[in-house]
């Protein structure tokens, strides 16, 4: 803390998480740096017990399992603690605006805290880092072949350095694979998640297509037809603009057939 100058305290915090839906999925890790500006810290890290299964996906990422969080707190058990952190405090994280805060202020909610944060100064660093480095064709061709890339917006141009990207990003990492259908599922890790092309629905634990949006976000569309005000809202989107495959997944379900996912 050098260069930021502060005039309130400011809590820099991170979560892991059951999974990517703010509204559904819950908090398995919080941890929060409280600062003050004369310079003093204060940190909260906690695991966090969910109270539902961790997917193995999730685990995957973070490396908290069911065991580990099994004896932990609820939430709700440390609500009082995470208000405290963040009251009369600005905000900063990275990815928080879009993640972190949707699903803590989810949890919040969840937990019968009135806390919100309207007002509330946030930092993101990731905004800041994609607005501040360049992230097209050009600076990939610098990084990974070390060659400034002429002629750049010419289609055989940025073909060419786009195959020559490609090879140099597989010998470059490990990790990344080299044969097609391996790499296919690195490029793509949520295919087979989503219902539609837009991510408007995704496949719930049943199979069946939940909304990732609006008002009735992690409702399935089954339980949403199934309401007279669910068909209205059905029957706005229809004449709203959203694409022809949302909207023939809407008249489908409007006419009682379901996107049902193949096993």
């Not at 559904?24 to 695991?47: C, F, S, Y």
């Not at 994280?93 to 699903?103: A, E, Q, R, T, Y």
């Not at 610098?142 to 141009?157: D, F, R, S, V």
Request: net charge negative; hydrophobic share 40%.
């Amino acid at each position: 803390m050098q260069n930021l100058q502060l005039t309130r305290p400011l809590v820099v915090f991170d979560l892991e998480t059951t999974g990517i839906n703010v509204e559904k999925d819950k908090i398995v890790q919080i941890a929060m740096i409280r600062i003050d500006p004369n310079g003093e810290r204060v940190t909260l890290d906690t695991l966090v017990n969910p109270e539902q299964p961790i997917p193995p996906e999730a685990s995957a990422v973070h490396g908290i399992m069911d065991a580990d969080v099994k004896d932990q707190p609820t939430f709700s058990q440390i609500r009082s603690q995470v208000e405290e952190f963040l009251t009369d405090a600005d905000l900063a994280g990275f990815n928080s605006v879009n993640f972190d805060l949707p699903l803590l202020q989810a949890e919040l909610n969840r937990a019968g805290s009135e806390m919100d944060f309207p007002g509330v100064r946030h930092l993101d660093a990731m905004k800041i880092f994609h607005r501040m480095e360049r992230r097209d064709l050009t600076a990939a061709y610098k990084l990974y072949c070390g060659k400034e890339l002429t002629g750049a917006h010419n289609a055989l141009a940025d073909t060419e350095a786009t195959l020559a990207i490609l090879d140099a990003q597989i010998a470059r990492y490990d990790e990344v694979p080299d044969e097609v259908d391996a790499l296919h599922s690195f490029c793509n890790p949520d295919e087979g998640r989503y219902v539609d092309r837009k991510r408007k629905f995704l496949w719930d634990d049943k199979g069946e297509a939940e909304f990732t949006f609006g008002k009735y976000q992690g409702k399935s569309l089954n339980t949403v037809v199934a309401d007279q005000r669910g068909r209205s809202y059905l029957e706005w989107m229809l004449g709203s603009d959203f694409s022809e495959e949302i909207k023939g997944i809407l008249r489908d379900a409007l006419d009682g057939a379901f996107p049902k996912k193949e096993v």
